[in-house]
Structures are given as structure tokens and as C-alpha cells.
């Protein structure tokens, strides 16, 4: 799971086409090289169809040379609170192993704490939450275990 990057309020435009800031393009670059570099390359990257959810999802889909075929854009991402993150999550392909979802707050702090064992009090602008599960179906994950955390403010 990522967080979008740092976003801009400097523009006079609707929340879902907020861009990213200078900051944001930066911690997406260090996070992104430095979890690639860490972790097999997902299957599938999943972002929300938010501009700056989507850009932060670029730079993964770059930086894991991930095809247009496994790259997508779901709107069900733009979500707060939770449940249609976890809707989508538990309706991914069973052939799939590993996969990334680009998001939002505060429904990604709160999912990263009620799928993983490591609570964390906010997952931060780009930050990167890695979670196992032991299920051999996306539909029955519940608790599983979280292997890997990257943040910014780690790799500054």
C-alpha cells in the first residue's frame, strides 16, 4: 500500500485533480527507488483515479518497469474511509500474488492497522506499507503481517 504523495492546495481546482508539489515528485522518487530496490516487483499496480494518487502510482509503475496491461486506474481507490478500498482488495484475481494499491488517507492508515500487526499512528505522504497474508484468496484475507515500511522521513 502507498499513500499519494505531498499534494498542492496552491490550485484553484476540484480535490480529485489536485497535483502534486515539488516535495511530493521528490519523496515519491526516493521511496519508490528505494523500495524497488527492497522488494519484488508487484503483478499489478492499483491507483485511485485522484491526479495526485495517480502521478505518485507513475513513479512506482516507472520505477518497477511495470507494463500499461498491469497498471490501472480504479475510481472505487478514491475513497476515505476504507470500505472501498477493502472491497477492491478482497476482489482481486486469485492469480495474483502481489499487488500494489496507490491511495488515500485516512482510509489507508486505517486498513495498513487493521491488516497488518504493526500499528502505525499515520502513514505518511508516499509512505509505503508492505503486508503478507497467508490466504490463497484475496476474498478471505483478514490479518496478515507487515514485512516492510518505508517512508521519507527514513531515507532523508
Partial sequence: MVRHAKSS???????HMRPLKKRGHNDATLVSEKVKNEVAAPQKIMSSDANRARTT???F?????????N????HDLYDFSGQSVMQTIKGFDDSLDR???VGHNHAF???VNMLG????ENLPTSGFVMIDFEENSWADISTG??????FPRHLK
Fill in 57 to 59: 502510482a507513475e513513479y
Fill in 71 to 74: 497498471y490501472e486506474l480504479n
Fill in 9 to 15: 492546495w496552491k490550485y484553484d481546482v476540484d480535490d
Fill in 117 to 120: 500487526n504493526e500499528q502505525i
Fill in 99 to 101: 499487488v500494489m494499491i
Fill in 61 to 69: 509503475k516507472e520505477a518497477f518497469d511495470i507494463s500499461e496491461e
Fill in 109 to 111: 492508515t486505517s486498513l
Fill in 145 to 150: 503481517t507487515t514485512v516492510k515500511m518505508v
